[in-house]
């Protein structure tokens, strides 16, 4: 079974960064654009970034643009999220999913999810 495992979160001062870690199994981690979203209590789970199979391509959402940065080691199957001048608002688990197909800034878009890391970013 596919397994994806989040790690990194825990409780940051607000202005502080984090760097999260994605590690996943059986896949063809190469071939699989990888994303990132977060629900914080009371919403629904949205989009932050995603990255392609190779690397090459990026996205991210309005909300962490500038401040987010996306990465893959596909030797460690592993994917990283590392987030800069963290906020408040920025409180949310995050989980990191994997598709077989296309790198997808939508939840519909992937096949396989991660139980995700608390961040906690104080004031």
């Known amino acids: 079974q596919v397994q994806l495992v989040e790690s990194g979160g825990g409780l940051v001062q607000a202005g502080g960064s984090l760097r999260l870690s994605c590690a996943a199994s059986?896949?063809?981690?190469?071939?699989?654009?990888m994303g990132w979203f977060r629900q914080a209590p009371g919403k629904g789970r949205e989009f932050v970034g995603a990255v392609s199979g190779s690397g090459g391509a990026t996205y991210y959402a309005s909300s962490v643009k500038g401040r987010a940065t996306i990465s893959r080691d596909n030797a460690k199957n592993t994917v990283y999220l590392q987030v800069e001048s963290l906020k408040p608002e920025d409180t949310a688990v995050y989980y990191c999913?994997?598709?077989?197909?296309?790198?997808?800034?939508?939840?519909?878009?992937?096949?396989?999810w991660g139980q995700g890391t608390q961040v906690t970013v104080s004031s």
């Open positions: 999913a994997a598709s077989l197909y296309r790198t997808s800034t939508m939840i519909s878009g992937y096949d396989y």
């Open positions: 059986e896949l063809t981690f190469s071939s699989n654009g």
